[in-house]
Structure formats: structure tokens, C-alpha cells
């Protein structure tokens, strides 16, 4: 039987490995931090959803490796998110942006303590996987990634309301659309407890991780209309 899992896990990985590979090579070109922190959080959270992947594939043989792939993917998710935090503090707020960031950063490396503490025993059943997460493991990651993605949800539409640009305006608001859409479904595959459940944040998550990649792809259809326009 197929797993759906899987599959979620791996179509969300190319679009953020896509959306990673183009902002890259912005950055190559200008070697922006702003654009750095973009690379790093979809790099970053292209690894993620790899191992998620590799974890949901092993989930139908050997619990124990999916298990442990699970509490790197998610070491990755938190650290990543970390980063990412930057991105905004360093447009709304300067000054906040180291002290966030290691203070994020030492919760990141906490959750990931409390999760190795638990380290689930995921499992194959109906097609989907079962992540099979223990309460405190739950608890950590469900805080950690909420915190976090509601304040990442925050900041960027704050950021749109301030952006004087159309096109970034408009592109900070797809951000926030689509970390809110992941924070939806991210966190309910740790809470889960029926398959509806579970396929319902499978569906989710690769749903959010389009939304980003059209994010990052948004300057680009602005200058290909812009030169139809032009060009007629």
C-alpha cells in the first residue's frame, strides 16, 4: 500500500528545496542578509520534511529509525525557525534581533532535549503514518512551533502593513498565509489520533509549503508582467 505520508513529506520538501535554490542564487547576486535568513529557513525546512519523508517511508519497517529521523527533523525545524525569526526583527526591529534569536535558540535546543527524551515509535496503518508522539514530546514541540510561528504570522503582517512596495506587501501577507496554513497542520501531526486527523495535516502541509514557494516566486511574475506590458 502507498504511503501518503511519504508522499506529503516529499512533495513538500521539493517546494521548499525549490524555493531554497532560487532564493540561493538571489543571494549569490547580492549577498543580502535578509535574503540569507530566506535560505536558510527553506533549506532548512526542505531537510526537515526530507527526513520527514525518509521517517514516514521507515515508519512501515523499523519504528526505531523512523523514531530517531522524527527528533532530527524537528532539531532542523526548530533551530531553522530560530533563523528565520531574524528575518522580520530585522525589519520591524533591530535591536531585537540577536536577543530573540539566542533566546529561541536555547528554546529550540530545549525542545529537542524533551523530544529525545520521548522519542516516538511512528507506524504504518490505512495508508498514512501513525507519528505516535508521546505527551511531552508533543507538548514541546506543539509550544515551541506555536510561539514561534504565530510570532513569525505576526511579524510578517505587520510587515505587510507597513511596507510602502505593492509587490512586498503583497508578498509578506502570502508568508504569513502560508506559515499560518503550516502551523495548522505542522503541530497536528504531533497531536493526531485519528487517520482523518492525520491526512488532513498531510494535506495541509504541502499546501503551505506551495504558498511559500509562490512567495518566493511572486518578484518574478511582477517582472515578466511587467516586461508583457512593456514589450506591447
Avoid: C
Avoid at 534581533?97 to 529561541?104: A, G, I, R, S
Avoid at 510561528?149 to 503583497?170: P, R
Avoid at 491526512?199 to 509549503?209: E, G, K
Wanted: net charge positive.
Amino acid at each position: 500500500m502507498v504511503n501518503l505520508s511519504v508522499i506529503s513529506m516529499a512533495v513538500s520538501a521539493i517546494f521548499l528545496l525549490a524555493g531554497g535554490y532560487a532564493v540561493y542564487k538571489s543571494w549569490q547576486k547580492k549577498k543580502d542578509r535578509l535574503l540569507q535568513y530566506f535560505a536558510i529557513f527553506f533549506v532548512g525546512y526542505g531537510v526537515m520534511h526530507s527526513l520527514l519523508s525518509l521517517g514516514a517511508f521507515f515508519s512501515s519497517g523499523s519504528s526505531s529509525v523512523a523514531g530517531v529521523l522524527y527528533v532530527i527533523a524537528h532539531f532542523f525545524l526548530f533551530t531553522t525557525t530560530a533563523f528565520f525569526l531574524r528575518l522580520p526583527l530585522r525589519l520591524l526591529a533591530p535591536k531585537l534581533e540577536k536577543p530573540v534569536f539566542y533566546v529561541v535558540l536555547v528554546g529550540a535546543f530545549a525542545a529537542t532535549t524533551m523530544i529525545l527524551r520521548e522519542i516516538p515509535a511512528p507506524f504504518f496503518a490505512n495508508g498514512l503514518t501513525n507519528w505516535n508522539i508521546g505527551a511531552n514530546a508533543a507538548k514541546a514541540a506543539i509550544t515551541f512551533s506555536g510561539v514561534t510561528l504565530l510570532a513569525l504570522v505576526i511579524l510578517f503582517i505587520i510587515t505587510a502593513i507597513k511596507s510602502k512596495e505593492k509587490t512586498y506587501k503583497i508578498r509578506s501577507l502570502v508568508f504569513a498565509l502560508g506559515i499560518f496554513v503550516f502551523l495548522t497542520g505542522g503541530p497536528l501531526h504531533n497531536v493526531a489520533k485519528s487517520n482523518i486527523q492525520y491526512l488532513l495535516a498531510d494535506i495541509l502541509t504541502p499546501i503551505a509549503t506551495l504558498i511559500l514557494l509562490l512567495g518566493v516566486y511572486l518578484p518574478h511574475f511582477r517582472d515578466r508582467n511587467k516586461t508583457g506590458i512593456n514589450q506591447n
